[in-house]
């Protein structure tokens, strides 16, 4: 059984500051790697994928990747109010393909404070 | 922007009555799955489903739990005899292989 493990937080941060959020996972074999944002009674929103090794961005988000250490990690740049929400970590086998299941993490609880 | 759709939104049912949960998955979409989660627990994966037919599934997906894709745009999920533990949030995800999946918005399922 795979294992994907995230502080369940919370974690606060002031206004325009970064977030950091960290997920580690137990199968050296995980290929892709998904970061989901998940407001209280809503499903889970897709923010970010990653599959290689280094940094991936997209606008004020940042994903790393390092398979060596079976760790990764989302940022968020100048962060607002309205980030606020749980983050889910999400692992699966193949390369962004087939019919595989994911694997949650228990979610980080975000909250920005004004 | 597509979107899988759920119903119903919420669904109460007594201890022991059998349930259908309906999704219709993104149209140009080849993988189905049904995802649930327990009031304040992680997602939990409970079964994937390719070219008619399930690829995998989860411990949790019991001789009580089946699908099917009884015309060409929808999915669902039956419980035959519910239980007080099966209630959570249920997901409906779908995706085309390429990246991410979609979520549906879930259908509450609580279980007296």
């Known amino acids: 059984q795979k294992e994907v493990e995230q502080n369940s937080g919370p974690l606060s941060v002031p206004e325009g500051a970064i977030a950091s959020l960290n997920c580690t996972y137990s199968?050296?074999?995980?290929?892709?790697f998904f970061w989901y944002r998940q407001y209280s009674g809503k499903s889970p929103e897709l923010i970010m994928s990653?599959?290689?090794?280094g940094d991936k961005e997209d606008g004020r988000f940042t994903a790393q990747l390092n398979k060596a250490s079976q760790y990764v990690s989302l940022l968020i740049r100048d962060s607002q109010p309205s980030d606020s929400a749980t983050y889910l970590c999400?692992?699966?086998?193949?390369?962004?393909?087939?019919?595989?299941?994911?694997?949650f993490g228990t979610g980080t609880r975000l909250t920005v404070i004004p | 922007e597509p979107e899988v759709t759920q119903t119903p939104s919420h669904q109460v049912t007594q201890m022991g009555q059998e349930v259908i949960l309906r999704c219709v998955p993104i149209s140009n979409h080849l993988y189905f799955y049904w995802y649930r989660q327990i009031l304040g627990q992680k997602v939990e994966f409970l079964v994937s489903?390719?070219?008619?037919?399930?690829?995998?599934k989860s411990e949790i997906f019991d001789d009580q739990f089946s699908v099917e894709r009884p015309d060409g745009s929808n999915f669902t999920l039956k419980i035959r005899s519910t239980k007080l533990e099966d209630s959570a949030m249920y997901f409906c995800a779908s995706h085309r292989g390429l990246d991410g999946y979609t979520f549906g918005s879930g259908t509450r399922l609580t279980v007296v």
């Open positions: 990653i599959y290689s090794n």
């Open positions: 489903f390719y070219n008619n037919e399930i690829s995998e």
């Open positions: 999400a692992v699966n086998d193949v390369e962004g393909t087939g019919a595989n299941n994911l694997f």
């Open positions: 199968d050296r074999g995980s290929q892709s």
